[in-house]
């Protein structure tokens, strides 16, 4: 399965700090954080959808790092949805992947084993699959690639594939990660405590 980093927003209420390129303590910027948590979840590919501040982020992670793979998404400002759309369309011409297990750049307190749950319930058959906190609905997010088409025609501005999955709730099987993981995005500035 491979896994799909949405890495391209320009963090406008942070002052238009790239979020990819947002630091925790030590120095590891979110970025290389998310595909290191999805690797070691169990992606055995990560394609990372990549917009504002893309060749700082290419100079800080090289042309191609270990066990990811770099997409230049130039229409990134249209929001999520068309990062989602680029990064599935990336993985359906360059991989054989029967799952995208999709991520956001911006939540790290989501960890490895958030995304090997989210897998386990798409080996057990699950097509549609996505972590709960507390039962609400959260990332990260599989889509078995039989809804990639419908996804993607369906993502628009910064919903990504939300109406998707709401339409096809009953199929969705949500899996708790509260013991384990917390959905909270870096967004503001009083969001980068997150990165303590």
């Known amino acids: 399965m491979a896994g799909l980093l949405l890495a391209a927003g320009g963090g406008r209420r942070l002052g238009g700090r790239p979020k990819a390129l947002l630091a925790q303590r030590g120095g590891e910027l979110l970025v290389e954080r998310a595909v290191r948590v999805m690797r070691e979840g169990g992606c055995a590919q990560v394609h990372v959808v990549l917009g504002a501040g893309a060749s700082a982020v290419r100079a800080r992670l090289g042309d191609r790092p270990p066990g990811a793979a770099l997409v230049d998404h130039p229409g990134w400002a249209e929001g999520m949805g068309s ?52 039962g609400e609905r959260g990332h990260p997010v599989l889509l078995g690639r039989e809804h990639w088409d419908g996804v993607a025609r369906s993502a628009t501005g910064d919903r990504g594939a939300r109406a998707y999955l709401r339409q096809h709730g009953a199929a969705v099987r949500l899996v708790e990660c509260a013991d384990v993981a917390a959905p909270d995005d870096v967004d503001t500035p009083d969001d980068l405590a997150l990165l303590e």
């Open 83 to 134: 990062s989602l759309v680029a990064g599935l369309a990336s993985l359906a011409a360059a991989a054989d992947a029967t799952a995208a297990l999709v991520m956001l750049v911006d939540q790290p307190r989501v960890g490895p084993e958030a995304v090997a749950r989210v897998l386990a319930a798409h080996r057990a058959g699950a097509g549609l699959v996505a972590a709960a906190y507390g």
